[in-house]
């Protein structure tokens, strides 16, 4: 068993934050190692370290016996160092194959050999049984399928280690299934794998061995065989969480949303209500037309036809102002490009839907109360910042999604929709917004939940409704609902994958 | 506030002091009252179209049709006055000239589609077209009226020794001030230039603001035209050539991104001074008025690059 990398007391510090604490860490050919730890424990800076994105400010990385110290990404990568960032960094104009082989296609007398590009981007999507034309604008495939082809990226680099940052999160269970296969493979070749995730079962399905990282240290290095769901989980949060889904169940109260034969881009005459004091789960595979009603039921999606009504009025919804008028809130699921103003604060952003809480009929905003209630909201759901006016690229995935929330439920929506509320989020902040969405229903709120995550769906809904192919293919209490009987629903007229 | 964040923010004031030190040094008469006074009085009608590029700015936009808007809403403004109109209709209906042709664009870019720069770019065009056929390329008069003459004072008049065109500019300043960080749409402004599609998410009526964002700066261009045809008592058909360029330029020099979402309307008052500064040290130190373009934009790329090079470290 050889050693690829090996990395000894790196450390790192941003704006005198120390995020790494002389962390060591070993990539050996053929083993596959999960590195765990909770969002902001360091391990994308980790990984960033490796890749020559950032620069370490002390330590050493060893690769293949030689010291190195990357500077730019591009000095890894022809190193044989392929990275699968968790935020995807894939251009949308431009078509899957280019894509693949941005900044390094092959050319011929100056012209590039697009027969090749083709050619090559089709067998490594093969080899993930993708069935795209890599002439496709990549912008025109669902999120699960650019992930894919940031996968495809990464192997058609051929690289000797590859670091996968939460490849899974915006798969659905097939698609996972899929890259499963292929990290076998790459396994078999004697390749060096590093695995993030926060879904903990993949880490015990996949990994050989695991690195627990707890605020910049790491605090736990062996074989995955060796540790227990429990102790990773301790040693992740260094405390214990007693129950991963906590479930209250609540009386539900009158009828607060009635979704009657909605036909929408990407779904068809679909029919639903959901009661006041009511978690309602959304299950389907990616693509299958949950984000596309949801958005449609917000008013961003424009309506074929059939009817919304909230408390037993039909409500008109013509754009998302509609939608918060008629007091529903949307958390979208892609929080960099829908959900927050990344280049700008906290407080603005909280603030942002709900504005006219804190304004007078001429538009002038009460900073002072603005700030009372975003500052509760920082305290009610735990956000880690230095301050309100902290910029929101600073935060990590989950303080953001904190932010997303609390940015829904400023105007106090009567309805609010989640959209996958925990991708990329670590399992004590999961923990978090799953306590939240209790308190929320508790307090009367309707909430409709669409996840990817089925423990997660079946751990928090008080029903399920599955769709498949933009259609609603079944319905599920709470007591009925089956991980088999939901991805039975799922796959129901499915007619490719 | 840190010493280092100040400099990093106040990076055009800097500036902006040190240009004014280094001037005085070379001229003594620099510093004076008068021609402080002067300089601001020269700066008033590029700062008031700027403090209305900065809207536009900070919706990722851009308005070239400001310099051609001052021209045609001047040339209105001269024949109403010539034609004994009361003062405040007259002024109400320019301005409001001015809002309605940025409100044009507006529309346009909003619900057409059409990119900012090649929406502005046809309507500095054709509102250029509409002053020389309006004027038949000559200047118009205000005329003999008594009105003309308390119009006058708008470009030409004092109160307490101080030019009314920098009362005014102080004045669009505060007001400008207020909405874009005291309001709900000042808001909205800063969010659609983070990012359009957060901001429609949000619930925002985007077209509705950015409608606004252009009517504002096409009022605002309206009254520099209204103070530049007053000080003239006269409205000149190629007036405004070219203000576009320098009221972008304020704007930039001021630290708001081109990209949107990132600025200030102080840094936009800044920017304008250091142009304004400029212009006056080189008439000062009588350089070439061919130089003087030279050395403009000489100064205008070294500040860009030093603020573009804080950035990429921090």
Redesign the interface.
């Known amino acids: 068993m050889t050693t690829l990398l090996e990395l000894q007391g790196i450390e790192k510090s941003f704006s005198g934050i120390n995020v790494l604490k002389s962390v060591d860490l070993t990539i050996r050919a053929g083993r596959v190692v999960a590195l765990a730890g909770e969002n902001g424990a360091g391990k994308s800076t980790l990984m960033k370290i490796i890749s020559g994105i950032y620069q370490r400010d002390a330590g050493t990385v060893i690769y293949k016996g030689n010291e190195v110290k990357f500077t730019t990404a591009r000095q890894s990568m022809d190193a044989g160092i392929g990275i699968i960032h968790q935020e995807l960094n894939l251009l949308p104009e431009l078509s899957v194959a280019e894509n693949i082989y941005l900044g390094r296609e092959p050319t011929k007398l100056g012209k590039i050999q697009w027969d090749v590009i083709e050619r090559e981007s089709k067998k490594y999507l093969a080899q993930l049984k993708q069935d795209i034309d890599p002439k496709t604008p990549l912008g025109k495939l669902s999120i699960a399928q650019q992930q894919m082809v940031e996968i495809a990226k990464a192997l058609s680099l051929n690289a000797e280690v590859i670091i996968m940052d939460e490849p899974t999160d915006a798969l659905t269970d097939i698609e996972t299934a899929i890259l499963f296969e292929v990290v076998d493979e790459l396994r078999a070749q004697g390749k060096g794998l590093v695995f993030i995730s926060h879904r903990l079962g993949e880490i015990f399905q996949m990994c050989d061995d695991i690195a627990i990282l707890r605020d910049g240290e790491m605090i736990h290095q062996g074989p995955v065989s060796e540790i227990t769901e429990d102790d990773l989980i301790r040693h992740m949060v260094g405390r214990e969480l007693s129950d991963q889904y906590p479930f209250v169940p609540a009386a539900p109260g009158d009828v607060r949303i009635e979704v009657e034969k909605l036909t929408a881009h990407g779904a068809k005459e679909i029919s639903f209500t959901a009661n006041a004091g009511e978690v309602v789960g959304f299950a389907g595979l990616v693509g299958a037309g949950r984000t596309e009603l949801a958005k449609a039921i ?1 008013g ?1 999606n424009p309506i074929d036809s059939g009817t919304v009504k909230i408390d037993g009025k039909e409500i008109r919804l013509k ?3 509609d ?3 008629a007091q529903i809130g ?1 958390v ?1 699921e892609d929080r960099k ?8 604060e906290l407080s ?1 952003n909280m ?3 709900g ?2 809480r804190f ?1 007078n009929v ?4 009460n ?1 002072a109360s603005e700030a009372v209630t975003i500052s509760e909201y920082i305290e009610a759901f735990a956000i880690k910042t230095r301050d309100a006016n902290t910029i929101i690229s600073n935060l990590s995935g989950g303080n953001q999604q904190k932010v997303s929330i609390a ?1 829904s439920l400023v ?1 106090e929506p009567k309805v609010l929709i989640l959209d996958e509320p925990t991708r990329g989020v670590d399992v004590g902040a999961k923990r978090e917004i799953y306590t939240l969405i209790n308190k929320l229903k508790a307090e009367g709120l309707c909430i409709l939940l669409i996840s990817s995550d089925m423990p997660e769906l079946l751990g928090i809904s008080d029903r399920i409704h599955v769709l498949s192919s933009g259609k609603l293919t079944g319905s599920f209490s709470r007591a009925e609902a089956t991980q088999e009987n939901i991805m039975r629903c799922a796959v129901a007229g499915q007619t490719n994958g | 506030m840190k010493l280092n964040d100040f400099i990093s923010e106040n990076k055009s004031l800097i500036g902006l002091i040190i240009l004014m030190a280094a001037v005085s040094f070379a001229n003594a008469n620099f510093l004076g009252i008068d021609n402080m006074l002067n300089i601001l009085r020269q700066t008033s009608i590029n700062a008031v179209i700027a403090m209305g590029m900065t809207f536009v700015i900070l919706t990722a936009g851009i308005d070239l049709a400001v310099g051609s808007i001052l021209a045609f809403a001047g040339a209105i403004c001269a024949s109403l006055i010539g034609m004994d109109t009361p003062l405040i209709i007259a002024l109400i209906a320019t301005i409001m000239v001015g809002a309605g042709l940025g409100a044009t664009s507006g529309v346009i870019i909003s619900y057409f589609n059409v990119q900012p720069f090649i929406a502005t770019l046809v309507g500095m065009t054709m509102i250029r077209g509409a002053t020389l056929v309006y004027t038949q390329g000559r200047p118009i008069s205000t005329g003999y009226f008594d009105v003309a003459e308390s119009f006058y004072q708008f470009g030409g008049g004092y109160i307490l020794g101080i030019p009314n065109p920098v009362i005014l500019m102080v004045v669009i300043f505060a007001l400008c001030w207020f909405v874009l960080s005291q309001t709900r749409f000042g808001r909205y402004v800063y969010a659609i230039g983070g990012n359009e599609n957060v901001a429609r998410l949000s619930g925002i009526n985007v077209k509705k603001v950015k409608i606004l964002v252009y009517a504002l700066s096409g009022a605002l261009a309206a009254l520099a035209g209204i103070i530049l045809t007053a000080r003239l008592e006269s409205a000149q058909p190629t007036a405004g050539l070219g203000y576009e360029l320098d009221a972008i330029a304020a704007v930039v020099l001021g630290g708001t991104s081109l990209a949107g979402g990132k600025g200030r309307i102080f840094g936009t008052i800044i920017g304008a001074l250091i142009i304004g500064v400029l212009n006056n040290a080189l008439n000062i130190m009588d350089v070439s008025s061919y130089y003087q373009m030279i050395a403009k934009g000489a100064v205008i790329l070294l500040a860009v690059v030093v603020d573009s090079r804080g950035k990429s470290n921090a």
């Open positions: 917000f961003a754009s998302p102002q939608g918060v008028k949307y979208t490009q829908e959900g927050l103003v990344q280049s700008q603005t603030s942002l839907t504005l006219g304004c001429l538009g002038f905003v900073k940015k105007p």
